[in-house]
């Protein structure tokens, strides 16, 4: 069963940055299309990067565009997103997911890492 673990988060004022990275472990990292996800109180989590499994394209939800970057280090089996230009609205807990191309997203998720950006 993969092992993920989310880290990095912290309280940080808008227009600054964090990296944000999440470990994984018990499989063949760099075979599964990987994402970061975030969700706020009484809302669905919800997809805001993908990184696939080769080097192609990475996709990122309109509202972080621009201003986030997926990355992975497939020797260190870490995925990562790095925040730039934080607002308040990017405020959640983050987590991170994997999944074989055409399959569903991992059952079992992190514990995920609280990103809160004041005003």
């Known amino acids: 069963q993969v092992h993920l673990v989310e880290s990095g988060g912290g309280l940080v004022q808008g227009g600054g940055s964090l990296r944000l990275s999440c470990g994984v472990s018990e499989l063949p990292f760099q075979e599964y299309e990987a994402a970061w996800f975030r969700q706020t109180p009484g809302n669905e989590r919800r997809i805001v990067a993908s990184?696939?499994?080769?080097?192609?394209?990475?996709w990122y939800a309109a509202s972080v565009k621009g201003r986030f970057t997926i990355s992975r280090d497939k020797v260190k089996n870490t995925l990562y997103l790095q925040m730039n230009s934080l607002k308040p609205e990017d405020t959640a807990i983050y987590y991170c997911n994997v999944r074989q191309p055409g399959y569903t997203w991992a059952g079992s998720w992190g514990q995920g890492t609280q990103v809160t950006v004041s005003s």
């Open positions: 990184s696939p499994p080769s080097d192609g394209t990475t």
